[in-house]
């Protein structure tokens, strides 16, 4: 089976970058792939709790997030480096990531036959 | 001999991207590598307009790609939920959403995200030019 | 597995790097080729043309220049490509 890596590496809302790669993963999990998502720099804000980008008039894509394991996305991996560099701690975050330092995400993107950020 | 996909999600107005996706295609093909389909996404769907006219000394990316697909037989595939979001359609997707126009090259299909995938998966190497 | 990571940008070269393995290979293209001075450990590759549109000399330490017919060979000697947005 072929392993696609998707990595957000981006803040929401800012850039659109971060809703349109989840619909990558979330079309590719209709195939029959091993699919990962990464969370590094600044895609940890991708997994703030309490975002309400509905007061911008834009549409809260992070619940997704949650339902990734539905999608049969079981690898979700955050980046620990990441959080701490930015004072944040994993309660602030919706429950859905394995942390995971830098090296082990270093080993999986290694490991993949596809990699794919916006 | 190897066949390449490419992702382009450059905008094909403020960006390098879309270029160096059309100098790279060039060059495989001239290797006698096969092009199975050029996927575009965010911003790069822009390219897709028939309407747009850059400057007459300026290159024209949305009639470059075209004489190239049809030349060397490859896809110009549009995402359609990033193309209807940026105004570009063809006449079925402008009927389905009461438009006034339709904009898309004829040289370029809209399709769904799964024709990502799905080069991905028929291809030796997927590039992604951003 | 081998990867090219494809670099476009020059702000995003140090989170580039902290994602590379040792065997992969880095490509400088467009505004990054603006990177040209720096050191990296791992095999460097430059792309010329944009190199020569920006005024650079084609010949930097560190770094291979390639022209597109070698970037296209590039992807095809390492496994996979990674465009590092």
Redesign the interface.
């Known amino acids: 089976m ?1 392993r ?1 890596s998707v990595i957000f590496n981006k803040a929401p809302y800012g850039s ?2 971060g809703r ?1 790669l989840l ?2 993963a979330l ?2 999990a ?2 029959d ?1 091993d699919i990962s998502a990464i969370f590094i720099g600044n895609g940890v804000y991708q997994l703030l709790d309490k975002q309400q980008p509905d007061i911008l008039q834009l549409k809260n894509h992070s619940p997704t997030f949650k339902a990734l394991e539905l999608y049969g996305i079981e690898t979700i991996l955050l980046e620990q480096e990441a959080l701490a560099h930015r004072n944040m701690t994993e309660p602030q975050l919706l429950d859905v990531a394995e942390l995971t330092d830098n090296a082990t995400i270093q080993r999986h993107i290694q490991q993949s036959d ?1 990699v ?3 | 001999m ?1 066949t ?1 996909s490419l ?1 382009v ?1 450059a905008s094909p107005h403020s ?3 879309q270029y ?1 996706a059309l ?2 295609t ?3 093909l ?2 006698g ?1 096969t092009l199975k389909r050029i996927f575009f ?2 911003d790069g769907v822009l390219v897709a307009s028939r309407l747009n006219c850059p400057p007459s000394d300026e290159i024209n990316l949305t009639k470059s790609w075209a004489k190239l697909a049809i030349e060397h037989d490859f896809e110009l595939t549009v995402c359609v ?2 193309a209807l979001k940026r105004g570009i359609t063809n006449a079925a997707e402008a009927d389905r959403n009461a438009l006034t126009g339709d904009n898309l090259d004829p040289a370029y299909e809209i399709s ?3 024709q ?3 080069a ?2 028929e291809s ?7 | 597995m081998k990867s090219l990571y ?1 670099l ?1 940008n020059p702000a995003n070269l140090e989170q580039c790097l902290s994602a590379m393995a040792p065997d992969d290979a880095l490509l400088l ?3 990054a080729v603006l990177l040209c001075h720096q050191h990296t450990l791992h095999n460097s590759y430059i ?1 010329e ?2 190199l020569i549109a920006r005024g650079f000399a084609t010949k930097q330490s560190h770094w291979q220049a390639v ?3 070698q ?3 590039l ?2 000697q390492y496994d ?2 990674v ?1 590092w ?1």
């Not at chain 2, 030796?124 to 951003?130: A, E, K, M, N």
Request: net charge negative; charged share 20%.
């Open positions: 072929k696609l659109q970058a349109e619909d990558i079309m590719a209709a195939f792939m596809f794919f950020m916006l | 190897a390449f992702l999600t960006s390098q991207g160096s100098e790279f060039k060059a495989l001239q290797q590598h996404y965010g939920t990033a769904g995200l799964g990502l995938t799905e991905m998966l030796d190497r997927l590039i992604t030019f951003g | 494809i476009n293209i467009e505004d792309l043309e944009d022209d597109y017919p970037f296209v060979q992807t095809l996979k490509t465009t947005l």
